[in-house]
């Protein structure tokens, strides 16, 4: 799991303690730290720039020499061979001893020079998008436009690469396995919490709603309270949940007239910064958010839902469906998958299907957000050996009560970045036992705990208000009745984990600090221990007739039914009948004593 220190310290809206400081907090209170990266380091040399010449080469037809502004005050020549290179366009430039970032991480990076190009001197490079490792596309240099940058950036001649788009950034990855029963840590906002309250941050300041849709803000609105839908038309789509308690909620919706293309610049360095590769804006944000909040989601192309219908049920005997790795499986009965009319287009919170992806033809879109039972998919993934990050998640048991707040982020910022606009009603098929769950926006039962059981099992002499801060500092709800002395606690929503009293007692120990609790051995008696009688007895006589040439025979305690038929007739059981018996595979009866015919 890769976290961002940039985003971590927008979402807690306050300065953190250094990279070295945060990997010793992560490591003793939340998951070890596998890996720390330098983003800046990739990236420390490249800078906008504007081309305010372009010429053809002299003495290449491919080839181009530019004039750019680099911010010094005077204008330097590149030799460019992109086919997009033109005058009055902005651009990201390699000076002379950079290394491109592709390259970074090879045994040999490669380093730029000031060097002639055909008889043509050029000056570093103007670099494609693979170039920079922040996407495939090398026809052409990247081309940055207003509406690439983040809010409140600015476009401007010699402004670093990085600090524009967050790429001046350190990336912690934290081992997978500290956070299996913790989905939530599997989002940005999830480990923002954690640390928020380890940190002592009381609750974030909530943004302004118009800032609802800048990913940089601090813990956002929509996420918090339940979303409600408006009602539209224009596509026809109907949404069903044949597999019961296996999907606890399917939400879908239609959007329609959407264009996809390229995700924008920041979108796109904000991607690859957490390990995630841009493939068009559509897929993009639903990635996007998947890092953000932990919850997966899902787009199909509308057009090709046969049927305009989306269904979760599990996969017929023999069915086969082609996935978006470009393989056929052949699936198991007890496989969720979603399907439309004509049969399976993806296997449930794992994988889609080829048939149904978005390509740059894509006019119309469904997005399906879900949760599927976390030990179905998991069955499901070792039985096909299907691995992704969306399993990865849904493994772990996300909550569902999210469901709609991803949802409405979805239809917001693809229809922003893709225009469109809602051509259905939100569908949402709740399971019944969740219902009420969802009206409390509350997932997990009220516990109630006294503090001095927590304190008893942590060897502290906490107060019951430093208990409840603690446990508030990550959106607890905590209150005592007057006159009592135990606390009930309610998890917040995404908190999945939280099931009896002793969780309580691991987070307040994991809040306070486990480094800072007690070290003393607990006290135990050295006394002896009483002789069993019965024991020496047995003992003793299993002694004596191993003395008198006896030998210990141990006999099945269950039986086959024809051995109990024979036992019921005969006192003495034929030793071939014994033989018989052992070789059975089915022992249903429990058979009699035979010590006195061993004797």
Known sequence: MKVSVQILQQFIGKALPSVDELVDIINRQLGGVENVSDLAAIYKDAKIVKIVECEKHPNADRLNVCKIDAGTGELIQVVCGAPNARADMWAVWLPPASVVPATYADAEPFVLDARELRGVMSHGMLAAGDELAINADHDGIVEVTLEDLPQNAELRAGIEFAQTFG???????????????????????????????????????????EDVYNHRAKLPEWYWGAKSFTRATGLPLEVRNEAG???????????????????????????????????NNVVDITNYLMLMTAQPSHAYDYDKLRGATLTARLASDGEKVELLNGKTYELHVDDVVMADEGGAIGVAGIMGGANSDITHETKNIVLEVATFDMYGVRKTSMRHGLFTDALTRFNKGQSPLQNDRVMGQLIALITQMAGGSQASDVADIVDPALDQARADSSFRAELKVEPDFINTRLGLTLSGAQIEQLLRNVWFACYAEKGESAISFTAPFWRTDI???????????????????????????????????SIEAKQHIREALSRAGGNEVLTYSFVHHDVERIESRSAVLPIERLAQSARQSTYEHQGRSRCVHAV
Request: charged share 25%.
């Open 167 to 209: 790429l001046d950034d350190t990336v912690i990855e934290i081992e997978n396995k500290m956070f299996t029963h913790r989905p939530d840590c599997f989002g940005q906002l999830g480990v923002a919490i954690e640390l928020a309250g380890i940190l002592g941050e009381r609750e974030p300041t909530l943004i302004d709603h």
């Open 245 to 279: 308690s296996k999907v606890p909620r399917l939400m879908a919706v239609a959007l329609k007239d959407v264009t996809i293309a390229p995700s924008p610049l920041w979108l796109q360095c904000a991607l690859v910064a957490l390990g995630s590769k841009p493939i």
């Open 499 to 533: 099931e009896i009293p002793e969780d309580i007692v691991e987070e307040v120990g994991r809040l306070y600090g486990l480094d800072k609790l007690p070290r003393e051995l607990p006290q135990k008696s050295i006394s002896p221990t009483v002789k069993n009688v």
